[in-house]
């Protein structure tokens, strides 16, 4: 199985912040990835797939790039409203694998 | 909208089994892998395998395989999960998730089944 290292494991930053997270693989996979939100209680949301094409809705702040096997998810100008835990997946080979997960939250 | 619509909260004793089901709306049911995910606290997101309802095709992780089968009703538009041989490492939350484009990723999700093994 691709593993997935995702990094920080936790975060804390300011509104106005911009904020990197970053996901490395154990293997290639091209720029199969994709990103989620999942905010507490709920289920995840897709933010960005093919590691940097913003989904319809979300909002401009996020982007998201990548290729092989370093990936990074930007977020400017930090919002109260991105308080979540973001993972990202990937989705080159089964079992497609998840990151274990950044949690956000805000200073 | 596409929505997903999952059963209920359920509390299972060891060694049990567990069905969920995921009711879709919104979109043509046939023509969209369906993906089930659980989270738990000891694993964080693991994919347990999907489903095409066109012919009942499915996928399971090695994981799971032997242990897990997906099933769907077209005619209700409903895919369900049943896994056996419970224990208490399958405590956790169990989602289905739509695939948009047949590539393994999840565009819209469904709202979680939590699922309880306890003795």
């Known amino acids: 199985d691709i593993q997935m290292t995702q990094s920080p494991s936790s975060l804390s930053a300011s509104v106005g912040d911009r904020v990197t997270i970053t996901c490395q693989g154990s293997q290639d996979t091209g720029n199969y990835l994709s990103w989620y939100q999942q905010k507490h209680g709920r289920a995840p949301k897709v933010l960005i797939s093919a590691a940097s094409v913003l989904e319809t809705g979300v909002p401009s702040r996020f982007s998201g790039s990548g290729y092989v096997t370093n990936f990074t998810l930007v977020i400017s100008d930090l919002q109260p409203d991105d308080i979540a835990t973001y993972f990202c997946?990937?989705?080159?080979?089964?079992?497609?694998?998840f990151g274990q997960g950044t949690r956000l939250d805000i200073k | 909208q596409v929505q997903l619509v999952q059963s209920g909260a359920e509390v299972k004793k060891p060694g049990a089994s567990v069905k969920v089901s995921c009711e879709a709306s919104?979109?043509?049911?046939?023509?969209?892998?369906i993906h089930w995910i659980r989270q738990t606290p000891g694993q964080g997101l693991q994919w347990m395998g999907c489903?095409?309802?066109?012919?009942?095709?499915?996928e399971y992780a090695p994981n799971f395989q032997g242990r897990v089968t997906m099933t769907g009703d077209s005619s209700v538009s409903t895919v369900y999960m049943e896994l056996t041989g419970l224990t208490s490492d399958d405590t956790g939350v169990y989602y289905c998730a739509r695939d948009p484009r047949g590539l393994n990723w999840f565009d819209s999700w469904g709202q979680g089944t939590l699922v309880t093994v306890s003795s």
């Open positions: 489903i095409y309802p066109y012919n009942a095709a499915t």
């Open positions: 919104g979109y043509r049911f046939a023509a969209y892998y």
């Open positions: 997946l990937q989705y080159a080979l089964l079992p497609v694998t």
